[in-house]
């Protein structure tokens, strides 16, 4: 069962404790091992965490990006020890012994996968499953830290300039709208990029989205204003 904290609720904010409404029980089925074609397609992430009595239980969340082949939704699901405990819908907010487990994905993969502590409100990430893309990119940065933040810091450029671009783009519409035309005049991009490069930087912005989205790594600018 989804533990129960009292004395805890009553301080959360109405997102939080709407977050928490929402969390069902869960099936009991075990959970699937990983395979590497599911590398792109499903995150798997665990914590052990005490339960009291100086026994521990291993949390797992797992998230499915294409969503439930029946209904499309993409949903966590909290395992203990191998079996379903919880589900809910994207953003999730698992409450478990101790804390709470906060979920949140990006257009493009993991935005976020916590155990937030009771009390302090310190914060601890869940371990990735070394075959899921995001702990291959963590297993990289490990054993190659120097090219590990290069790539990082591509993924950075990329999608500035992504950002640029379309900022760029938005505004000439934005400005032909009458009542803005009126009072500040139009504006015209100076860049007239050809085709093949504007998809080119497209592409480039998605890869450095979803780069950062194996680290976990989110900006509401950056990650969200490039079009991923």
């Known amino acids: 069962m989804v533990a129960i904290r009292e004395g805890v609720t009553m301080g959360l904010s109405w997102n939080d404790r709407r977050l928490e409404r929402r969390v069902k029980p869960g099936d009991g089925k ?5 395979r590497w074609w599911q590398m792109t397609r499903r995150s798997l992430l665990s914590l052990p965490l005490p339960v009291g009595g100086g026994i521990s239980a291993t949390y797992t969340v797992e998230v499915k990006h294409g969503g ?3 209904s499309g939704v993409v949903r966590a699901r909290l ?3 191998g079996l379903c405990e919880a589900e809910s819908k ?4 698992f409450p478990v012994p101790g804390g709470t487990i906060e979920v949140r ?3 493009v993969g993991m935005r976020r996968c916590h155990f937030v502590a009771d009390g302090d409100g310190s914060e601890t990430r869940l371990v990735p499953d070394p075959r899921s893309a995001e702990g291959r990119r963590m297993n990289f940065a490990r054993e190659h830290p120097g090219a590990s933040a290069l790539i990082g ?3 950075v450029v990329l999608l500035l300039i992504g950002v640029g671009l379309n900022l760029l783009q938005a505004a000439q519409p934005i400005s032909e709208i009458p009542a803005i035309a009126d009072s500040l005049g139009t504006f ?4 007239r990029l050809p085709v093949w490069l504007n ?8 890869f450095g989205a979803t780069e950062r989205a194996m680290r976990m790594r989110y900006h509401w600018l950056l990650d969200g204003g490039a079009g991923t």
Request: glycine content about 6%.
């Open 30 to 34: 075990p959970l699937k091992p990983f």
């Open 68 to 70: 439930d082949p029946e």
């Open 79 to 81: 395992y203990r020890d």
């Open 90 to 93: 994207l953003p999730a907010r």
């Open 105 to 107: 994905r990006s257009e």
């Open 153 to 155: 810091a591509v993924s």
């Open 188 to 191: 015209e991009s100076p860049l």
């Open 199 to 206: 998809v080119t930087l497209g592409v480039g912005a998605a």
